[in-house]
């Protein structure tokens, strides 16, 4: 028995068919590779809102807490959250508060300093907003 053989205009649309799958086959995984995500979200060096966030600390630890010497340099982005100029301070190694800069409302402050370094947020009258701690990479102090 002699086996079956196709007319001649089935095998050209069998042929363009196949041709067709593959071809929309390679563009779909091009697509699925441009989209996939690859990694964690892009850092603008020059964009403090683009940074990691730093949890904030309660402010009632603040009389407790020392800066250590032996971090290494980073950078804090500071951003004010609240309706009022804010101060932003250094604790020192004896938990002392030195000033660094006055942050106006809505605007944001870059600070360099080192890991393992405390910054308080006050309002003018020295009430504490917040604290942050440094970290080894650059990170983001929210305000509010």
Do not use: C, K
């Not at 001649?8 to 042929?15: C, G, I, S």
């Not at 966030?53 to 951003?79: K, M, N, Q, V």
Request: avoid cysteine; charged fraction near 20%; proline fraction near 6%.
């Amino acid at each position: 028995m002699d086996p079956v053989v196709p007319p001649r205009d089935t095998r050209r649309l069998v042929a363009v068919v196949i041709a067709l799958v593959a071809v929309l086959t390679v563009g779909a995984a091009v697509l699925i590779v441009q989209l996939w995500p690859s990694g964690p979200a892009a850092v603008d060096a020059a964009d403090v809102r683009t940074w990691p966030p730093l949890r904030a600390l309660s402010i009632d630890l603040e009389a407790s807490l020392r800066s250590t010497e032996d971090g290494s340099e980073t950078t804090i982005g500071f951003i004010n959250e609240t309706g009022e100029p804010v101060t932003i301070s250094w604790l020192g190694h004896e938990g002392e508060r030195a000033a660094y800069a006055t942050v106006e409302a809505g605007e944001t402050y870059q600070q360099s300093t080192f890991g393992g370094h405390f910054w308080v947020a006050s309002r003018a009258d020295g009430t504490a907003l917040a604290v942050f701690q440094a970290t080894a990479e650059p990170g983001r102090a929210v305000i509010r």
